[in-house]
């Protein structure tokens, strides 16, 4: 049984679709934009970034877009890519936050090389800790479903916007601030 944190309540959804950035369609456009690292959230995102030459610091998959499985070709792109230094599998079940979760992302944002994590259940929350733990200039990189990929850059602002989402899930939002390391 997974060890929830947060977990998000229907209400907090429509919030969720207001990108954190600008929403691309086009890889290389994102990446010529794209401050240093570059943090991947989700299967489809982590596929274009891999395709494009330009693979993740780190990258958090599950196998999963919108629902359903993801394609074999990106399934296949991720799992024969070998760039990665660090594979980890971990559990979150899906509207949720994780203590696993988040230290795995803590660990992998904070270390040296890159790493992929590969949930079992859902990724989906993990672009708003990944802002939390992100250095400033950074890029955390997700998809807006029907949309593209949005590039989040990490600054004081956009920090601040996903640390208020995040106060509002059901849970203990002081606990993950200490899982992530933060005051």
């Known amino acids: 049984m997974a060890d929830i944190v947060l977990e998000l309540q229907p209400e907090l959804r ?3 679709k207001t ?7 086009d890889t290389h456009s994102l990446l010529a934009d794209a401050g240093a690292p570059v943090i991947a959230i989700g299967d489809v995102v982590t596929h274009h970034l891999i395709d494009a030459g330009e693979p993740p610091a780190v990258a958090m998959v599950d196998e999963r877009t919108e629902r359903s499985a993801v ?3 990106i399934a296949e792109t991720i799992s024969g890519f070998d760039g990665f230094e660090t594979v980890r599998e971990i559990t979150n079940p899906a509207g949720t ?6 230290t ?3 660990e992998a944002i904070e270390g040296t090389g890159t790493t992929l994590l590969d949930v079992d259940g859902e990724e989906d929350l993990a672009t708003l ?8 200039g950074a890029s955390v990189v997700y998809g807006q479903p029907g949309e593209g990929m949005v590039l989040a850059t990490v ?3 956009t920090r601040e916007r996903c640390r208020r989402i995040l106060s509002q899930m059901d849970g203990d939002t ?10």
């Open 14 to 16: 429509s919030e969720l």
């Open 19 to 25: 990108p954190l950035g600008p929403v691309y369609t």
């Open 71 to 73: 394609s074999s070709e």
């Open 97 to 102: 936050l994780s203590a696993e979760l988040l």
């Open 104 to 106: 795995a992302l803590r």
């Open 129 to 136: 800790p990944a802002v939390l733990l992100a250095p400033d």
């Open 155 to 157: 600054d004081a602002e």
């Open 174 to 183: 002081e606990r993950l601030l200490t899982l992530l390391g933060i005051e």
